[in-house]
C-alpha cells in the first residue's frame, strides 16, 4: 500500500508520493489513509468539467487531475483573462477544492506554469521568459527522459532552449523537441473536447436561483423563444436538445430530449422537457436551486416552413410528431413501434417491430410495404398475435408426420377438431446455419373454437425427436 | 301549487343531468314537458337531440341494437375475454373494429389515419405480440399501425390519455391484463371523458379479466367459436377446413341486453361481419374442464389448480 495523493499539510510534513502506508504511520502516528478510489475521482473531474462549461463549452479532460478550457472568444464575457480566472479560481475554492490554473497562448505552457510556475496570465512573448526557470518535468516528459536529462545537467527548460536542437533530438528522441515546441507555442496541439460543441444555445444566469419545476419549465420555454429567430434564420429546427442546469453547489445536470421531427416552436420544446421532467425527477434534486439555465441544440435539421391552407383538411404530420415526442421523452426512445415487413419466410424475421424515430417513417414504411413481393404478403395463413419466442407444448399426433390430435399448452389440454396443414417452412441457412430443422405449420382448431398455430420442429426418425411449438394464436 | 312546480322543475333538471351523464336520450315524456317550457325558449331542435352521439354502424342489427346504433366513435367500449388462451378472438374483433373505424375514415377522404395500440408488457407476453402480417391478412393498414409497449399499467393510461388529446388518430386500442388496481372506475371515467372529448373511439381491451364497473358505453365479452369451412367457387364446402374467424359475442354491459350472445364472423375480405348460425357442435359443447385428468391436491401458490372458494373451511389462525 503506497500514498498515491497527498494534501497540503501532508507535503508540509514529508511525506511523498510513492512512499509506503507503513512508513507514513511511522513518521506520524495519527496520519488519516483513505483508500484511492480512482472512478470517484473521474467523477468529480467530469462533474468539474461540466461545471466548467460555464466558462465555455470546450472542456477537455487532462490525465486523472486537470482541465484544459478552451477560452477563446469567451474571456471577454467576464471582464478579461484575469477577471475569469479569479472568477474561476474564487468559485472552486468556495466549493472546497484546490485548484491551481494559468492561462496563456498554448496548452503545454498552461500546464507547466499551472503545476511549476506562480504567473497566472501569460502573454505569448512572455513563454521563453516564464518556461526558463521551470524544472524540466514541466514538459510533460516521461521519468526516465527527465532523469537521462538530469544527469548530463540538463535540469531546467530554459538550459534547453537556447540548445541546438539537432544533438538534442539525436540523444533524447524527438518527443524532447515536440514537447518544447508545444510549450512555447510554436507547434499546434488539439484540445480533444469532451462534448460536441452546439450549433445553438442559449443561457439565462439568475440571481436568485430557482427550485421549482415551473420555473424551470418557464425559463426554458423563455430560451427556446431566444433560440426561435436564431434557427428561423438557418432555416432549421432541432432534432435533439439539451437543458444544462447548473446548480448552486455545483452539480451540473444535463437533460436531453429529442423530438422525431424539427421543432421551433418554443411552446412546445418546453412541453417535451415537461415530460422529460418527469421522467428524471427522482433523480434531479435542485437542492438549494439552480443559477444558471442554459438551452443548447446539439443537432438540428431543415426545417420546412408549411403555410396553413383553408382546404380543411388536417395536418396530420405535425401533431402526430407532437405526441411521439411527448412519449419518447418521457418513456425514452424505444416506446412506440412500427411494423416493418421484410422478404423471409420464417415468421418472426418477417415482420418485426421497429422503433419509431422520425414520424417521416411512417411514409416509408409504406414505401416498404410495396417493395415487398405481392405474394409475400398475401401469405395464405398467418396469425393475429405471434409469440416472441415459440412455447413448448406436449402435442400427439395420430399420424407421425400428421397433425397433432391432442396438445398440452400451459397445462391445459385442447383437443382438437380441425387443422389445416402442414406448410412447411426451412429455415434461412445463411441466417441459421445449415443444420437448423425445417418447420411445419399446422393451424389447428380446438373443441371450443380457439384457433392456433402450432409447428412441428424436426421430423420423425431424423436424428433427434422433433418437438411441438405454439408459435401464434389467431382471432 | 307553486311549490310543486319548482319541485317538479328540479326532479326534471335532476333527470335531464342524469341522461346527460348516462348519453342517454331523454324518455319521450320529460321531452314533451321540456320543449313546452313555459318561459318559452326551446332548447335545441329534436334532430339534434337524438343524433348527438356519433356512431359507426355495424351492419348485423342485433349487434347495433345491442350498441344503440353502432359502435361509439367517440368514448370508450370496453371489449373483454376470460381466459389468457381466448386472447386471440378479443384481440381479432378488437382489430376488426378498427380496421371498420380506418375504412370509415378512408371513405370520408382521410386516408392513413393512424391506429394506436397500446399494449401493456405484460399482456403482450402472456398473449403475443401483434403480427404485422396476420394484422395486415386480416383488413387493417397495418401501414398506419403504431404499436406502444408500456411497461406498466400507469404509463399505458398515461399514453393513452396523450393520445386521446391529440386528434390524429382514428382508433386506439389500449390492452391491459387483468384488472390493476390502477385502472378502477375513476381511471377509466377519465378515459372515456377524454376519448369523448377528443372524439376517438378508445377500445379497452381487457385481456383475461373479470367483469367490473367501468365508465365505457358498452362491455362486451368476446369468446372464440368454431369457424365456418371455407367455400369453394362452385358454393360447396370445403370439408375440414377451418374458413372466417367466428366470434361469440356477449354484451355484459348495455341497455338491450341480449344474453344469448351473438355469433358473428368476420371476413377480412369484405372487412366486414356476418351473423352466423352456431355450430351445433359449438352449441353442444359442454364447458367440460380444461384439465382432463382427475385433480389430485391442488398446488398451491400456483394458478391453474386452485379450486372453487368455499370448498375448504379456512383453518383457524395459528397465531
Request: hydrophobic share 45%.
Amino acid at each position: 500500500m503506497r500514498l498515491v495523493a497527498l494534501d497540503g499539510l501532508a507535503e508540509k510534513l514529508g511525506f511523498q508520493l510513492g512512499q509506503g502506508v507503513a512508513e507514513a504511520r511511522a513518521m506520524c502516528p495519527d496520519v488519516d489513509v483513505l483508500p484511492a478510489d480512482r472512478a470517484a475521482d473521474r467523477a468529480l473531474l467530469e462533474g468539474l468539467a461540466d461545471w466548467c462549461s460555464r466558462y465555455t463549452p470546450l472542456v477537455a479532460l487532462d490525465g486523472e487531475s486537470g482541465l484544459y478550457l478552451d477560452i477563446t472568444g469567451c474571456a471577454h464575457l467576464l471582464g478579461g483573462e484575469k477577471s475569469l480566472l479569479d472568477d474561476l479560481l474564487a468559485r472552486l475554492f468556495h466549493l472546497g477544492i484546490e485548484a491551481r490554473a494559468a492561462i496563456s497562448s498554448s496548452a503545454g505552457l498552461s500546464w507547466a506554469v499551472a503545476r511549476f510556475g506562480s504567473q497566472s496570465v501569460i502573454a505569448p512573448e512572455e513563454a521563453a521568459r516564464v518556461l526558463a526557470p521551470l524544472p524540466m518535468a514541466a514538459l510533460r516528459l516521461a521519468t526516465d527522459t527527465i532523469e537521462t536529462l538530469g544527469r548530463v545537467g540538463l535540469k531546467q527548460v530554459g538550459d534547453i532552449i537556447e540548445a541546438p536542437r539537432a544533438p538534442l533530438a539525436r540523444r533524447f528522441g524527438s518527443t524532447l523537441l515536440l514537447r518544447l515546441d508545444q510549450a512555447m507555442g510554436l507547434e499546434d496541439e488539439p484540445l480533444s473536447p469532451r462534448l460536441a460543441v452546439a450549433s445553438l444555445s442559449a443561457e439565462r444566469r439568475l440571481s436568485e436561483p430557482v427550485q421549482g419545476e415551473d420555473d424551470i419549465l418557464g425559463l426554458t420555454q423563455e430560451l427556446a423563444a431566444r433560440l426561435k429567430p436564431e434557427l428561423e434564420k438557418r432555416g432549421e429546427g432541432g432534432r435533439l436538445f439539451e437543458l444544462l442546469l447548473f446548480r448552486v453547489d455545483g452539480r451540473v445536470f444535463r437533460i436531453t430530449a429529442g423530438t422525431s421531427s424539427p421543432l421551433i416552436e418554443p411552446g412546445r420544446i418546453a412541453g417535451l422537457f415537461r415530460e422529460r421532467l418527469q421522467a428524471v425527477h427522482e433523480d434531479l434534486d435542485a437542492g438549494f436551486g439552480f443559477e444558471i439555465l442554459r438551452l443548447s441544440v446539439p443537432k438540428s435539421e431543415k426545417y420546412e416552413v408549411m403555410q396553413e391552407d383553408f382546404s380543411g383538411t388536417p395536418d396530420r404530420q405535425r401533431p402526430l410528431a407532437a405526441f411521439a415526442d411527448r412519449v419518447m421523452a418521457r418513456l425514452g426512445a424505444e416506446s412506440l413501434f412500427l411494423p416493418v415487413l421484410s422478404q423471409s419466410h420464417v415468421p418472426e424475421r418477417a415482420a418485426v417491430f421497429q422503433p419509431l424515430a422520425d414520424v417521416e417513417m411512417l411514409k416509408t414504411v409504406e414505401e416498404a410495404a410495396s417493395a415487398v413481393p405481392a405474394n409475400l404478403l398475401v401469405a395464405s395463413v398467418r396469425p393475429q398475435r405471434l409469440f416472441q419466442s415459440p412455447e413448448p407444448v406436449e402435442a400427439v399426433a395420430e399420424v407421425p408426420e400428421g397433425p397433432p390430435r391432442s396438445f398440452r399448452w400451459r397445462r391445459s389440454l385442447h383437443r382438437i377438431a380441425r387443422a389445416e396443414g402442414p406448410e412447411r417452412i426451412a429455415a434461412e441457412w445463411w441466417v441459421d446455419g445449415e443444420k437448423a430443422a425445417e418447420r411445419d405449420y399446422f393451424r389447428v382448431e380446438d373443441e371450443r373454437g380457439r384457433r392456433f398455430w402450432l409447428f412441428r420442429e424436426g421430423h420423425y426418425g431424423g436424428p433427434t425427436q422433433p418437438r411441438w411449438f405454439m408459435h401464434g394464436v389467431f382471432a | 301549487m307553486a311549490e310543486n312546480a319548482v319541485q317538479r322543475e328540479t326532479v326534471l333538471s335532476l333527470r335531464e343531468t342524469i341522461a346527460r351523464i348516462e348519453n342517454r336520450r331523454l324518455p319521450g315524456v320529460v321531452k314533451a314537458v321540456k320543449a313546452a317550457d313555459p318561459a318559452g325558449f326551446r332548447r335545441k331542435e329534436e334532430g339534434s337531440q337524438t343524433s348527438g352521439r356519433k356512431v359507426l354502424p355495424l351492419g348485423i342489427p342485433e349487434l347495433d341494437d345491442i350498441l344503440e346504433g353502432g359502435l361509439p366513435l367517440e368514448g370508450m367500449t370496453e371489449i373483454r375475454n376470460s381466459e389468457t388462451r381466448d386472447a386471440g378472438a378479443a384481440a381479432g374483433f378488437a382489430t376488426a373494429l378498427s380496421a371498420l373505424c380506418q375504412q370509415a375514415r378512408r371513405q370520408t377522404g382521410d386516408v392513413g389515419a393512424p391506429v394506436l395500440w397500446i399494449s401493456q408488457s405484460l399482456a403482450s407476453t402472456e398473449a403475443g405480440l401483434p403480427y404485422g402480417l396476420g394484422l395486415k391478412a386480416y383488413g387493417l393498414d397495418i401501414r398506419s399501425l403504431i404499436l406502444s409497449l408500456p411497461r406498466t399499467v400507469k404509463d399505458a393510461l398515461w399514453i393513452a390519455e396523450t393520445a386521446l388529446s391529440v386528434p390524429v388518430f382514428c382508433a386506439v386500442i389500449l390492452e391491459i391484463r387483468g384488472n390493476p388496481a390502477s385502472l378502477a372506475l375513476s381511471e377509466s371515467r377519465r378515459l372515456h371523458v377524454r376519448a369523448r372529448a377528443g372524439r376517438i373511439p378508445l377500445l379497452l381491451l381487457r385481456q383475461s379479466g373479470h367483469e367490473e364497473a367501468s365508465s365505457a358505453f358498452f362491455r362486451l365479452h368476446i369468446e372464440p367459436a368454431p369457424a365456418r369451412e371455407r367455400p369453394l367457387p362452385d358454393g360447396s364446402m370445403l370439408c375440414g377446413s377451418i374458413g372466417h374467424p367466428v366470434f361469440h359475442v356477449i354484451a355484459e354491459k348495455s341497455r338491450s341486453p341480449a344474453p344469448v350472445g351473438l355469433f358473428l364472423e368476420w371476413n377480412p375480405h369484405d372487412r366486414r361481419f356476418y351473423p352466423v348460425e352456431p355450430l351445433p357442435a359449438a352449441a353442444a359443447a359442454d364447458p367440460e374442464p380444461a384439465h382432463s385428468i382427475a385433480r389430485l391436491s391442488a398446488s398451491s401458490g400456483r394458478p391453474g389448480g386452485a379450486d372453487t372458494l368455499g370448498h375448504l373451511l379456512a383453518f383457524p389462525r395459528a397465531s
